[in-house]
């Protein structure tokens, strides 16, 4: 899958994931992100371009931000309505921050 | 004629008269033959008596010639040889006359020596005296004259030969005396003896007319007549002879009367002018014969005219007294049977007010007034009878109307054509309808709504309330209610309607046909049999209340998947409660069993095979309510031509081929984008699972079927791996904040979120997940 990354400045990233998030793509998100957020204080992440989210996708985003809870914080933004929903349905949208 | 009563005791009646007077006839001859002997014994008695009244005159007389031939001899002693006139002295003279007054039976007697005895020289000397016609004792001198010449007279010469020594007598044969009295006479002799010598004879006379006199009178019977024949039976001296019989047997030797000579020799029995005579004889003591001759029927006629007098009489009061006694029995037997007949004809023509009266006799007026109360009970009775056949009609007719009306309401077509079950039902009904009812139909495309239920009460009214429920239950039904919904609604408007105070238990189950899922509702019913992994155990449900009984009541409605071959046994209490003769009911364990027993699953043959098992139970009792049967099996839904199906290894490269056949299916059924995308969501949780838990480390296969059935999609997981339900994981606490939330378990919540049905089982080694969702 495609993924997008910006360093912002010295510890704020930005991180556009394009395309589903599901059994196939999860893992390597995963990765990317684990090693993009290192030491960073502040992610944005941009679900803009995903529209699809399984519970494995719902798995990493909740291990990134138990990891970025602990160093800094993270933002959502632009979720799609078909992943917000997701969300809603697993009470991750109370949890997560959310733009 | 002779078979009846009142012949038969007539000619008994008369057989026994009959017998009776035969004996007494038998009898009658018997002492008629002993009257018969004492009648002649008495006979013989008067004659003998008579005949003795003559011989003692006889006697007297022979005594009397014996005391003058004494005198004879005294005189012979005393006598003057000189003296020629010795016998014409007084004193002969004196004494003859002396004696002759004592000889008061005789006319006349005399002393007669032989020639010379008295005096040598004269010839003639005699003495008799007799009585005169002034009955005067007179010496009569002329026998002492030659003329006369005794000598040679017949009764002196007949006398003194016959004498043959002293107080010798000899009766003289009858002859008239011309000389004296002029009368016939006989005459008695003795010999005068001196020393051994006979000189001389006395004589006495015997006038016979005076015995003929009194023989004469005498006339034992009307025609007797008397004979009378001297000592030789040389002549008749007298005869009584009934006059008519013209003739004369006086004077004629008994030899001459042929019938007596023929007849009489040791006879006592005679024939005389033709008719029987019984002949009585006398010997007197002078040799004379008296004969005394009495016609047979005049002396026995009395008696025999007695018996046959007797007899008749007999015969006339034996035929009276038959003649009686067949009257009496006609008016007193016949003619009250005569009326019973015609009585009980009329009754048995159908009037059973006829009535008999029978006053007399007193037997059949009880037997008529027995007749009367029985036909006033036979009236009675038919008359109970029709009221209690028109009563029972009534109920009859009122009880096929409930049970037609039962009948016609429910379903008899069990949806042959349906492949996702089969359904059956039967109902008997009691005599006395009992209210059952069952029912099934669709609610909509997909779920399926059977029930069954027990209307409280019986006959007619239970049947239209049962009517009532059943049509509001299916309407209210297609109403796209919850089951819940539903029946709270239903048991409202039950109770709405509800006046009489009727409720009604109830156990419906609705069912997904597509996914096997079933909501159970228990109103107050017995709870039903469901047959799981091959066993049949008691659903266990909470009852709920009966509905009707409360407005407003909340159910509790319990939900189950049914997998296939899974089959509900529904009954109505007239199964369970179904007595024996020994007052036992058939029970919930004993139907538990039978079901387990019975391999069958046919649904028609499992109901018959309880209906069976029922009546072999009850042994012919009768039925006391009605016994209703429902019988449901889930077959599953059948995979057919729509069912696509995918497989591959359970890895992340086989869910790539996975999400393209998903994708390619989805359009081809035309799902839109949104659920699409639940469905891939699901489809990856899924798929995901059996990846992480199937197999471990080992390798393994993932089958998916795609089906689209009547506005379902199914979508159905199977795998080879180890067994497990995702479904029995508890659900995520979504409500926990970051740090307390597990990373995991959010794909099975997630499902059950998405998915209009799931269900999952174990089936052949296989895990078999099934995910449903409705299109529309």
């Known amino acids: ?99 | 004629m002779f078979n009846t009563l009142r012949v038969k005791i007539v000619i008994f009646t008369l057989s026994f008269l009959l017998l009776l007077s035969f004996v007494l006839t038998i009898s009658g001859f018997i002492h008629f033959a002993n009257a018969k002997q004492l009648l002649m014994i008495s006979y013989d008695f008067t004659i003998s008596s008579f005949a003795e009244r003559i011989d003692k005159d006889i006697v007297k007389l022979t005594n009397n010639a014996k005391d003058l031939a004494l005198m004879g001899s005294v005189l012979y002693k005393t006598r003057n040889v000189s003296d020629t006139n010795f016998m014409s002295n007084q004193i002969p003279k004196f004494v003859i006359t002396n004696i002759f007054k004592n000889y008061s039976d005789s006319l006349g007697g005399g002393i007669w020596f032989e020639p010379y005895i008295i005096n040598p020289s004269q010839r003639l000397n005699c003495l008799y005296a007799f009585r005169n016609k002034q009955k005067k004792i007179v010496i009569d001198k002329d026998f002492n004259s030659e003329e006369y010449n005794y000598l040679n007279q017949s009764w002196y010469k007949e006398i003194i030969a016959g004498i043959k020594e002293g107080y010798d007598t000899e009766w003289s044969a009858p002859y008239f005396e011309k000389q004296g009295s002029n009368t016939l006479m006989t005459t008695v002799g003795a010999g005068i003896y001196d020393g051994k010598k006979l000189i001389g004879i006395s004589t006495v006379d015997w006038e016979i007319n005076s015995i003929i006199n009194s023989i004469l009178k005498m006339e034992p019977t009307k025609n007797s007549f008397v004979l009378f024949a001297d000592k030789d039976n040389d002549f008749i001296l007298a005869y009584t002879e009934n006059p008519e019989k013209n003739t004369s047997l006086l004077g004629k030797s008994l030899d001459e009367i042929p019938w007596y000579s023929d007849n009489l020799e040791n006879k006592s029995e005679i024939t005389y002018n033709n008719e029987k005579f019984i002949t009585f004889i006398k010997d007197l003591n002078n040799g004379m014969l008296l004969i005394v001759n009495i016609p047979k029927n005049e002396l026995f006629g009395p008696v025999l005219k007695h018996f046959t007098v007797i007899f008749f009489i007999f015969l006339i009061i034996s035929i009276l007294v038959s003649l009686s006694m067949y009257k009496l029995l006609k008016r007193n037997v016949n003619d009250p049977i005569e009326k019973l007949v015609n009585i009980s004809d009329e009754i048995g023509q159908g009037n059973l007010d006829a009535k008999i009266n029978i006053e007399k006799p007193q037997e059949f007026a009880r037997l008529s007034s027995a007749f009367n109360k029985m036909t006033n009970d036979i009236k009675d009775y038919i008359n109970r009878v029709n009221n209690i056949t028109h009563e029972k009609e009534k109920m009859e007719s009122e009880l096929s109307i409930a049970r037609s009306i039962q009948y016609s309401v429910l379903p008899n077509t069990f949806y042959p054509n349906m492949k996702e079950f089969d359904i059956f039902a039967s109902m008997e009904t009691a005599k006395e309808v009992g209210g059952d009812f069952y029912d099934f139909f669709f609610i909509n495309d997909n779920e399926f709504m059977f029930l069954i239920a027990d209307v409280s009460g019986k006959g007619i009214p239970a049947a239209l309330f049962m009517m009532t429920t059943k049509t509001l239950i299916k309407n209210l039904a297609n109403e796209s209610y919850s089951p819940k919904e539903l029946i709270e609604k239903i048991n409202n408007q039950i109770c709405e309607n509800n006046r009489q105070g009727f409720f009604v238990t109830m156990f419906a189950g609705i069912i997904n046909i597509n996914t096997g899922k079933i909501s159970y509702i228990n109103c107050g019913h017995n709870p039903p049999l469901i047959k799981k992994n091959n066993r049949y155990n008691y659903l266990n449900i909470s009852p709920n209340l009966v509905l009707g009984a409360m407005n407003d009541i909340e159910y509790d409605i319990e939900e189950d998947f049914l997998n296939v071959g899974d089959v509900i046994f529904l009954y109505t209490d007239g199964v369970t409660e179904a007595f024996n003769p020994e007052q036992k009911q058939y029970g919930e364990e004993r139907l538990l069993d039978c079901l387990n027993k019975n391999s069958d699953t046919d649904v028609q043959k499992i109901l018959r095979s309880v209906k069976s098992d029922v009546k072999e139970y009850s042994e012919g009792i009768e039925q006391s309510d009605d016994i209703t049967m429902l019988c449901f099996k889930y077959n599953g839904c059948p995979t057919d031509g729509n069912a696509d199906r995918f497989s591959s290894p359970a890895t992340i490269e086989g869910y790539r081929e996975f999400r393209t056949w998903l994708k390619n299916e989805c359009e081809k059924f035309a799902v839109n984008e949104k659920l699409t995308m639940k469905i891939e969501l699901v489809c990856e949780e899924l798929f995901t699972n059996v990846i992480s838990y199937a197999y471990g480390e080992k390798e393994g296969e993932i089958g998916a079927i795609f089906e689209n059935v009547r506005n379902e999609l199914i979508i159905t997981f199977i795998d080879n791996g180890v067994e497990y339900n995702p479904l029995d994981k508890p659900d995520p606490d979504i409500s926990l904040a970051l740090d307390d939330r597990p990373i995991g378990g959010l794909g099975i919540f997630m499902v059950k979120q998405s998915v209009d049905d799931i269900n999952y089982k174990y089936e052949d080694g296989k895990n078999i997940l099934q995910v449903k969702w409705k299109i529309n």
């Open chain 1, 1 to 99: 899958m495609e993924i997008i990354q910006k360093k912002l400045d010295g510890n704020k990233v930005y991180i556009k994931p394009v395309g589903r998030l599901d059994l196939d793509t999860s893992a390597e998100f995963g990765i990317v992100v684990d090693e993009a957020i290192d030491d960073v204080r502040e992610l944005l992440l941009d679900l803009a371009e995903v529209d699809y989210i399984s519970s494995i996708g719902l798995r990493v985003i909740l291990e990134i931000q138990k990891r970025m809870s602990k160093q800094g914080f993270m933002t959502i933004s632009n979720v799609a309505p078909e992943v917000m929903e997701v969300f809603n349905m697993t009470g991750l949208s109370r949890i997560l921050t959310i733009v």
